[in-house]
């Protein structure tokens, strides 16, 4: 299905990211379950919970990578409604697109190859964007949250999932010695990948902590912008409204 909008060809500056992507796609759901004792399920169920998609909207899941929150929101928005996947990285994509139409879901979901940072659609497009674990691996974030702002409709809301601050001191040990420590060797037993795991730890520890990002949103022009910690704060949820 087609929905109007341009593929776009993502040009050739795709870094260290993009590598991390490739090499990590095949294995990709089952790191997630592994990595996160399942609980990364939980954290996209709320986020579902609370986008307040319906039937009929428009949503757009950025970085949207194997197609989690996607499929979910293609069986809320239904056959009036269209989802559109999109991911800067193809390998992603194809694993995502195989994924979706194994569980029978097609129709009403389109995947495109995108940069956040230069959304090809019009804008005030979408009822609903999402950005889960994704956001962090974005070059010019202001850029990302200016592009999602110009593509949502009056009154639709952004949601950022993603990897932030803990709170407790405790915690904050205990999950610093997990990322660090433990996840890069599961990464090497399961996915024979050391190297994308390390980065994986030293690109949440770099990325900006809850109120930082809020006023990030703040400042790309969204408004009612507030944030919920899970997990105590391994993973927080922000969301903003366009005016
Ligand atoms: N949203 C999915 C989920 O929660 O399971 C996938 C998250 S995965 C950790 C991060 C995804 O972000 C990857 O698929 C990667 O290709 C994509 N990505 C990284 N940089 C991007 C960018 N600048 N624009 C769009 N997607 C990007």
């Not at 405790?170 to 420590?181: E, H, P, V």
């Not at 809850?210 to 400042?219: A, I, N, S, V, W």
Request: charged letters at 25%.
């Amino acid at each position: 299905t087609h929905f109007g909008f341009e593929q776009v060809k993502v040009d050739e500056k795709q870094d260290k990211v993009a590598d991390v992507f490739h090499s990590v796609a095949s294995k990709y759901d089952v790191m997630n379950d592994l990595m996160s004792g399942g609980v990364h399920r939980i954290w996209k169920r709320i986020t579902i919970e609370q986008s307040g998609v319906r039937r009929g909207h428009k949503v757009l899941d950025i970085a949207g990578g194997t197609g989690d929150l996607t499929m979910r929101f293609s069986r809320l928005v239904g056959s009036e409604g269209k989802v559109v996947l999109a991911d800067i990285n193809d390998s992603m994509l194809n694993v995502g697109r195989d994924r979706l139409m194994d569980k029978g879901i097609t129709g009403n979901v389109e995947f495109v190859q995108a940069n956040a940072e230069a959304l090809p659609f019009p804008d005030n497009t979408f009822d609903c964007i999402t950005i889960a674990f994704g956001l962090r691996n974005v070059t010019h974030k202001d850029n990302a949250l200016a592009s999602m702002a110009r593509v949502l409709k009056p009154g639709g809301k952004v949601m950022v999932l993603e990897f932030s601050k803990t709170e407790n001191p405790l915690l904050t040990k205990a999950y610093d010695i997990y990322s660090f420590s433990l996840l890069p060797k599961i990464g090497k037993l399961i996915a024979g990948d050391e190297e994308s795991y390390r980065y994986l730890a030293e690109s949440i520890r770099m990325h900006p902590d809850q109120e930082t990002l809020k006023g990030m949103m703040e400042d790309a022009g969204l408004v009612q912008c507030k944030f919920q910690n899970m997990t105590g704060g391994i993973v927080a949820l922000h969301t903003g409204i366009k005016p």
